[in-house]
């Protein structure tokens, strides 16, 4: 089959890439030093802090590291309960399935697509450890709700801030300062990348810092004394200081083993100069997102996803719902975009109905919501600064055609002045 080209893709890359990071990594090659674990990353790790008003920025591998190595540090066992999202990319939940942990899907809200804080606190029992949330799209949940959630029943909130990176709140916070772990991805259609992979774990608590360091470093994570030189000591060469530390250690519970997921210095140079851009590639998409605002304005059967007051979304990609009274209508303007050259894809398939979990019980009916979103008025519009003033144009004019059509073939059916009642029925 030949696939088709699209005038407006979904990202190739979702970032620019340009001479600035091809300097970084001139700078890097040409010069003496070391590829790994050196200087670009430490300051790849300091400016992502620093900009995030977070303590500790871990950097790894991959956005799926990222989340792997939060929920390590969870101290979860069989048995606990962890709540979670159905609208997200599988990376979220999946290794969740490793711990024999009970999860539960928590529905979400019907515009943002984020979970809602009302059935959140309808799921919590006393077997909740935590809460794993994604800014859904890059439109940041309502946190102040979830964390006051949180506190009061004494649960973790780790922040999927895999869209989010750029998104700011009313009061100038960022995703993955809002609530105990951030894990963000670089990986190539995000919003900045480092090289095509990476990630990266923020967090307030210095424990969680050094444990996740630990892990991600080839050591293991436990709960470690280190006692003082003692005479039986063998004397040590400075070579030997490795070996000097190690025997100073006494394990008194190893939680779980390390791995290696040190980004290269490649990546992090790459990185730097990426979060040094995060403001104009922002604004870049949110200008996109501004114009196909003003065509959702126009057409009632629209709800696009929209920032809670005073927040700023990321846009990583540009999401509504078409609410018309045939389900049929989301897939036939789907197609309609489709012949226009817009290239759709629909994100993401809610995770619950995925076999992995079907597997552990879970299944049709679990969350009305997410399930009756995506499979009648779920879409997602491609948004990203790879698009040049023409495309943008022709998305914004093929997106107010299709609008049209769905207008005239719906025009004789009675539209239901407000949104139906979700809670009822999904059929
Ligand atoms: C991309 C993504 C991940 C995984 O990130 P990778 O860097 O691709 O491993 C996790 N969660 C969400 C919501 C994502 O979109």
Redesign the pocket.
Known sequence: MIRPSYSVPFPARGSIVSSREACALTELLNGNQTLSMGKWRTRFEEAFADLHGVPHAISVT???VA?ELAIAVLGLRPGDQVITTPQ??H??VQPLLNYGVDVSFCDIEPDSSNISPERLESLITARTKAVLL?HYGGCIADMSAITRIAQRHGILVVE?C??AVGATTADGRRPGSLGDIGCF?F?NS?NITTLG?G?MITCYDARIAERIRRIRDNEYDGDITIHPPTRHEPVLLPWMKYAEDVYRHTVTKVHRAGTNATMSEAAAAVGVVQLERLGVVTAQRQAIARQLDAVMCRYEFASPQRPRGGDTHAYHFYTFQLETPDPATRDELVLDLDRRGIEIQLRYFPQHLLPEWRAHGHGYGECPVAERNWFTSHVNLPCHPGLDAYQVEHLVTAVDAAFGAVSGATASSPFPQQRPQLSASIE
Do not use: N
Request: hydrophobic residues 25%.
């Open positions: 991959s956005g799926t989340v997200t990319y990376a979220t994604v999927d895999a869209h991805s990986q995000k992979e990630g």
